[in-house]
């Protein structure tokens, strides 16, 4: 019989190793330290969500919805047609109307973790399946509440050390001033036709903001002169708009102007930002975060009229812009070695009462020499060698090898002490 072949992992999908989770560990910890002192509580949310739901929140002929979603009929009788969700916003407003947290109190605030999953062409920074921390404040339309949110993203950053981190912001006005503006870029695409691409002559037909998106290089060059939404915006807005700057002003909040951004989701009303990394790391995929208000969308996915804003990180490109903080090498306190079958089980017992105790221990197979174990201790980057040999088992007192100095201290351990006992003696030890 031939050799079974192996099975790699569906593209752009991948596993993220243990030194890695460890930094991504840090960088989730932080942000929930972090949204504990704003005000916000954890939602743990949905994977599959009914291809509807963000069909009408995120928008028909939005790039997600159009071609990158993950959706399939299941195979219950109505052949029900879900989606893995490309994102948790539209999830967070459909959980706040039916769960009824929407008539418990004026505001929601909650945040996120978790995957999501977009179609998009695999590269570096961009993933099928990748991993957003995000929050959202529903019920609140006031100025001060987008201001909060860039706060807690500038504080976020200086606490995981995250530098070059720029924020772009743009009001992209509302139901009142946006026909208007969307009818001033229709005219001026109209009248640049010849030198846009295909999809932006569809764009300007079914959404014309989608235009500003456009990553072509003939397109960026027509966009450049193209109309922006500022001098669109109608007063209310306008005032809206200051009133967020001069809070960011106030908190030292740096962030530049950017004329130009639409965001990729049509859910989107005045205040909307991106959060991009300079430097060399992440490449094209720069933007380690992004969001907005979102003050139609409750009531878009059947709700009463309340409004929202809230924003993403991606945890796959934050985690390539900010420092790792922990020393993945480090390895455990100490590495139990039996060298004969006999002393397995006492291996195993010395082991369980030292991590009962706190300490991270690892414990090896017998059935190898000294020698070799001394090199898996070492390899694991072990402080100490707990060494339980013939002469051990016989005393009833385990050997210990300092790893670094090479210093044996022969029936050091008494088997038989009290776990506490034996920890203390391990922390004093390795200095713990
Ligand atoms: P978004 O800009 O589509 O916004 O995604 C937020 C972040 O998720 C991006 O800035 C990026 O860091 C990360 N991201 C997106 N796609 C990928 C990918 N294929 N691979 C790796 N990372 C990716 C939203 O999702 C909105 N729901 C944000 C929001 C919350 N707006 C209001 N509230």
Redesign the pocket.
Known sequence: MSKPSAIPAVR?FRDILPEDCTHWHTLESAARELFALYGFGEIRLPILERSELFARA?GETTD?VEK?MFSFRDRDKDETAVTLR?????S?VRAYLETGLVHRERQARLFYTGP?F?R?R?QR????????I???VLGRDDPLADAELLVWLVRYFDRVGARGVRIELNSLGDEACRPAYRERLRQFGLAHLDALCGDCHRRLERNPLRLLDCKVPGCRAVIERAPVMRDSLCAACSAHFDEVRALLDQERVPYALNLRLV???D??CRTAF??VAEGEGLGA?N????????DGLVAMLGGPDVP???????????AMAAPRTTDPELGPAALILPLEPRAVAPALRLATRLRDEGLAVGVEPAGRSLKALLGVANRRRARLAIILGPDELAAGRATVRDLASSVDRRHALDLEAPGPELARWVRAEVGA
Do not use: H, K, S
């Open positions: 752009g995120v997600i990158e490309p994102e948790a916003t539209a967070v999501m977009r998009e695999p920074g961009r993933y099928r399946q990748f991993y957003q995000g929050a959202e965001r990729g989701l859910y989107y991106e959060i995929q933007a380690i975060g992004g969001g907005g208000r979102y929202g804003v809230g924003f993403a990180l991606g945890l796959d490109r934050l």
